[in-house]
């Protein structure tokens, strides 16, 4: 089914790499409604659909989306925390939430709207976000955390993480709920989670006990515990045969 899909992406310009992950477009060119599951991948986005525009915040567990016929969506995939440093907001707010982005910023709405509506190039949406960005300071704290989490997997103890970082582990999950809307914990097992999605939808099932093995899973029953939390059903589901070519 996502053969059906055209998707693409761009990455952003250097100097908002730290910001933004990547633009991204698809598009349903079929006379058909495709049910596509989405897993949950640590990080926020402004999404315009169709025309209209809203903050999807971190999800905690797989949503299913119905793509109608000839749906157009483009995406700006922010890196966990740089939403909250753009909005001045606590995302644990938005979490699993699809939010009209006109109630929360009707300038940013605008621009973006006229940016895609009018075909601006990347290079506008690039001069756009670094103008916005310009003047933010990160949390170094926040950023090596989350850096570390994805080097690593996501297989990475919040003890080991505060003594790396000289933090007290307090600090350091207020900073993870506020700024990126999950705790240490749960942000790390989003990460594991997934990269074996990855790994699965690149290669498949097959060898599965090796696969989690080598992503930081005890065995192959603690990937199956946490892949039903945070999905719903198992590997092997009719769900995620789409994304995994395989049938329950």
Known sequence: ?????????????DALKNYINKYWVSYNPTDEYLDVPIVPDGCSDIIWKNGD???????????????????????????????????????????????PLVEISHELEQTIIKCIENDASYEKLNDYFEFLYKDKKIDMSLLHAVNMIKQTH?????????????????KLERLFVHNIGVSVKKFSKIIRFYNIHLVLNEEGLENLSDKVLDKGYFDQAHFNRDFKKLTGVNPSSKLMSILYKTKE
């Open 1 to 13: 089914m996502l053969q059906k899909i055209i998707a693409s992406h761009t990455l952003p310009s």
């Open 53 to 99: 525009v809203f903050l999807s915040g971190l999800m905690e567990s797989t949503h299913v989306i119905s793509i109608a016929p000839k749906d157009r969506y483009f995406g700006i995939q922010f890196k966990p925390f740089a939403l909250a440093m753009l909005l001045d907001a606590d995302m644990s707010h938005y979490n699993d939430k699809s939010i």
């Open 154 to 170: 996501g297989n990475i103890s919040v003890s080991e993480l505060t003594d790396r970082l000289e933090i007290h582990p307090k």
